[in-house]
């Protein structure tokens, strides 16, 4: 076999010394060269075109593979173990509510506050009314109806809706506050 490898490689370039400059030779330049590039794709190879042995090792990324087609690599070693949490941080989440009604064309404004020895972290406003005629037009954290500073804490929770004249004789909505001990 290792005789023939210089025989067969001499051929080869005898053969393609020969034909490179024939029309044959050419044609087949020409027809490479005009393929360009990025061309060919899934739609151009055959089924099983390409295989396991044409594909060079270690060229494919993880995300080149279906989902559980790759093996998964050993565990790794447990964590440390974080640190104490502060004491006493949040013991108890609360919710508190006030309801209000907005008359046919008025603005009505509620705000809802913590107990004592409770800080707020949330808030928001529901309306009961189903109609395009009462509009929220305040959903915000307050300290007793005026606004925190940036960056500060608040204490309580103001919502404003806004009844359309023509519409609903009467809106209902509620304010909620979560607080937390």
Do not use: H
Request: one cysteine or more; glycine letters at 14%; charged letters at 20%.
């Amino acid at each position: 076999m290792r005789q023939r490898i210089p025989l067969v490689l001499s051929a080869t370039a005898l053969a393609v010394a020969l034909l490179g400059s024939t029309p044959l030779g050419e044609a087949a330049r020409d027809a490479v060269s005009q393929v360009p590039r990025n061309s060919v794709g899934t739609v151009q190879l055959k089924r099983s075109a390409v295989t396991s042995n044409k594909v060079k090792n270690r060229s494919l990324l993880a995300i080149d593979f279906a989902l559980g087609q790759l093996p998964k690599g050993d565990k790794g070693d447990k964590g440390d173990k974080g640190d104490t949490g502060q004491a006493g941080a949040i013991s108890t989440v609360r919710t508190r509510f006030g309801s209000d009604s907005s008359g046919d064309g008025a603005y009505t404004r509620e705000t809802v506050s913590c107990s004592s020895g409770e800080k707020a972290i949330g808030g928001g406003v529901s309306s009961g009314a189903v109609t395009t005629d009462v509009q929220l037009r305040e959903s915000k954290p307050t300290n007793g109806g005026s606004e925190p500073a940036s960056g500060g804490t608040f204490s309580s929770w103001t919502g404003a809706v806004y009844n359309a004249p023509g519409g609903v004789a009467s809106a209902t909505f509620r304010v909620w506050v979560v607080c937390v001990t």
